[in-house]
């Protein structure tokens, strides 16, 4: 039996979400000797890096070890050094559907109309053909949701985060800082973060929850809130409703703020890398308020001025206030700002797994919201057209469009489309909406959107 390496893979024994033992291939990624103690980082093949993890040897099943092939050589790619030997490439999978002639999607400006049928199902005449379109799907990571978006066929270089996976290589892999402490939350991080490297060993990070700056023990972060007169994110508050705020920051005015805040997020999100020139961006940052201050939940950032309608660069839900609906509301804020604006958004690509199944179910509610809600005048089944559930909800028709197809709500019939809502969507949609407390109230909005573009500098 030969020695444990890098890039070796064999199954390993972790506890599933049931905690049921269980035995995944994994492969090796590192290794380290900690008290004459060996330990072992592995990634379970086809889950994703935030499973990631240091596991001992008694963990390992070295009867199915499998070891790496000698004569691979490290992969460039652009003539930049790629993974490593024997490691899987993380590479986002896509799927292109292409729309055939005979069944042509829906044209954006013909009226659908809505009339009962059976009454059993509600149904939408939607548009006259028009032209084919093209749409990818994108998965990341574990996630099998589909998607329509439109993807650029490479990465864009812009954003406060952007994705680049040229420079995935052995560092990046793996999780670097072990644990991080902000006000009352102890945060496990997913993924890496370009923290400086001498605080990578530490067993606690700890930040300041109102300025983000980070230091190496709870000493030093005492000394700082006896200086730190902060106690909400700085920038302007542009809403408040109940113990909810959002705080519009810019990414020039603050940037020491906007740098940490990107540092403490790509702990979290995958598919980015870190970008210091923050400038160019805004950052909505959300917060919960009660007697020490506004203390963060989430954020997203855009770019003061996008060619590609982008209305969201990255967006983050922090871990302890997932599942609650706060991820929802960012996006509902995300799309408020734009109807501000007048103008349509999407959020910027690549969707990490988590945020796509939460774009996909914002877009289903809102489009089902208001297909549900159109009445009948004068005995003629309502009308409504792609570009004016865009224009209400502000969603751009691309993401209107695959939303519909994701649904499965679209039947070609006698050259028209109908929109079909059967009991079961119309059900599982009145569920959703009743468990859907957080809500964005755009009375409690106080935002006026700049024209960046007359700006001589941002």
Same mark, same amino acid.
């Given at each position: ?24 291939? /994994? ?5 380290? +000797? ?19 993890? &240091? ?54 400006? /013909?009226? /659908? ?7 059993? =199902?509600?149904?939408?005449? /939607? ?17 099998? !949701? ?7 066929? =490479? ?41 400086? !490297? ?23 972060? !005492? ?53 210091? +020139? ?11 308020? +009660? ?17 590609? +309608? ?141 024209? &960046?573009?007359?700006?001589?500098? &941002?």
């Amino acid at each position: 039996m030969g020695e444990i390496i890098e890039g070796c893979r064999l199954p390993v024994l972790r506890r599933n979400q049931d905690n049921e033992d269980e035995w995944p291939l /994994a492969e090796i990624l590192s290794v380290k +000797d900690i008290s004459g103690r060996k330990l072992f980082y592995v990634h379970y093949i086809d889950f994703n890096k935030r499973l990631d993890e &240091w596991v001992t040897h008694e963990r390992l099943d070295l009867k199915k070890i499998q070891f790496p092939k000698k004569e691979a050589k490290t992969p460039t790619k652009n003539g930049l050094p790629g993974s490593r030997p024997g490691s899987p490439e993380r590479e986002v999978k896509r799927k292109v559907e292409v729309v055939s002639p005979a069944t042509p999607v829906p044209s954006e400006t /013909a009226p /659908a109309s809505v009339f009962p049928q059976n009454g059993a =199902a509600r149904r939408a005449v /939607a548009a006259q053909p028009g032209r084919k379109r093209k749409s990818n799907c994108l998965g990341t990571d574990e996630d099998s !949701q589909d998607s329509s978006d439109g993807i650029p066929s =490479a990465p864009r270089m812009t954003g406060s985060l952007v994705s680049d996976r040229s420079h995935d290589d052995i560092v990046t892999r793996m999780k670097n800082i072990e644990c991080i402490e902000l006000g009352r939350h102890r945060l496990k991080p997913w993924y890496f973060s370009p923290y400086p !490297q001498e605080l990578t060993t530490l067993p606690v990070l700890y930040l300041c929850e109102f300025c983000l700056k980070y230091g190496r023990s709870l000493k030093c972060l !005492q000394r700082h809130l006896t200086k730190c007169d902060l106690r909400h994110p700085p920038g302007n508050e542009i809403y408040r409703k109940g113990t909810i705020s959002f705080f519009e920051i810019d990414g020039r005015k603050n940037k020491s703020y906007s740098q940490n805040l990107c540092l403490l997020a790509k702990c979290f999100l995958d598919h980015k890398t870190l970008y210091y +020139d923050t400038d160019p961006f805004l950052f909505y940052v959300m917060t919960e308020y +009660d007697c020490k201050g506004f203390h963060i939940v989430g954020y997203f950032s855009k770019e003061k001025e996008s060619t590609e +309608d982008y209305n969201v660069a990255c967006i983050l839900t922090l871990p302890p206030y997932q599942r609650r609906g706060y991820g929802k509301l960012l996006i509902e804020f995300s799309y408020e700002l734009s109807k501000v604006e007048g103008k349509t958004g999407t959020p910027e690509k690549p969707l990490s797994d988590l945020g796509l199944l939460s774009y996909r179910s914002y877009w289903s509610q809102t489009i089902l919201e208001i297909l549900m809600g159109l009445k009948s005048e004068s005995g003629e089944r309502p009308q409504i057209t792609i570009n004016e559930i865009s224009e209400i909800t502000s969603i751009k028709k691309e993401d209107v469009i695959s939303t519909l197809q994701y649904l499965n709500l679209i039947n070609y019939y006698k050259g028209q489309y109908i929109l079909t809502l059967s009991e079961d969507i119309v059900d599982g949609h009145e569920r959703a909406m009743l468990k859907r407390l957080l809500r964005i109230d755009s009375k409690c909005l106080h935002f006026t959107p700049k024209d &960046w573009s007359k700006r001589g500098k &941002w």
